[in-house]
């Protein structure tokens, strides 16, 4: 009996649903609640233009392309780079914080000077992927060349010059005291002077000399042309001179410029 029941009420379900207008909101109704929708099956465009850019990077190709186009979204772009007769990946641009992954890729580790092939590939959030873009064929860079560094200058010596003449009618002998007050040593001194009138020096003791006009080079010698930190070199010379017998207008070690005792 129970059975009987039982086949009465499906038969009269059957016959309410093909009473039910087709299109209708009842029948849309009746449509299973979370029906799953179609899957994404289209691929992205492939990535096109590629093309040698950015800076020149030794043992790289930097290389850049336009931005392929999808459905939903790219997230990523696939770098392949040609290995015999195979295109072997080699690195991934992927998307980040809801921005579209890069199209600039800097392939790296290359020899200077050969000659690479590069292919990309986008790939959307379901796995699709485009076809390969067109190759590109670059030469790895040689790179800038390496500026030579500028050396840092070296600071002159610090001196001090005590200057003191004896005169004569036509002439004078000068004493010249040169203190080293830097604190690194001063190796192979040369003082120069220049005189305001017509002094020439004839003679010098502890050390050569040059003139040329009035201007004099005095070059210690081998036993005294080292001044240490804080010490002092003494030597001598006898001169000619006409008229008053003026001290020298300046005093420079080395090109460097001495104060005065």
């Known amino acids: 009996m129970r059975s009987i029941q039982r086949l009465a009420a499906v038969a009269a379900a059957a016959l309410a649903l093909a009473a039910v207008p087709v299109g209708s909101a009842q029948a849309m109704s009746l449509t299973p609640a979370g029906a799953a929708m179609s ?30 186009t999808d459905d939903v979204g790219v997230v990523a772009y696939d770098v392949y780079r040609k290995d015999g007769d195979t295109f072997v990946k080699i690195g991934t641009n992927q998307a980040t914080d809801g921005r579209p992954p890069q199209t600039l890729y800097v392939a790296s580790g290359l020899v200077p000077g050969q000659w690479y092939t590069f292919q990309v590939v986008a790939r959307d959030a379901a796995g699709n992927a485009s076809a390969p873009s067109a190759p590109l064929t670059a030469q790895a860079e040689y790179g800038l060349p390496v500026p030579t560094p500028t050396p840092t200058p070296t600071a002159g010596p610090s001196c001090k010059v005590g200057y003191r003449t004896q005169d004569w009618s036509t002439g004078f002998t000068g004493y ?7 604190k690194q040593n001063i190796d192979g001194w040369r003082l120069n002077l220049r005189f305001p009138g017509e002094q020439k020096v004839a003679y010098s003791w502890g050390a050569t000399f040059v003139q040329t006009a009035s201007d004099v080079t005095f070059t210690g010698q081998s036993w005294n042309s080292v001044i240490g930190a804080g ?8 001169a000619t001179n006409r008229g008053v017998n003026a001290p020298p207008e300046s005093f420079s070690v080395n090109g460097s410029r001495c104060t005065t005792a």
């Open 231 to 238: 010490k002092t070199v003494s030597f001598g010379f006898t």
């Open 39 to 68: 899957a994404d099956v289209q691929p992205p465009s492939p990535p096109t233009g590629l093309w040698v850019c950015g800076a020149d990077f030794a043992g790289a190709v930097p290389f850049c392309w336009t931005a392929s």
């Open 176 to 182: 010249v005291d040169i203190t080293n007050t830097g």
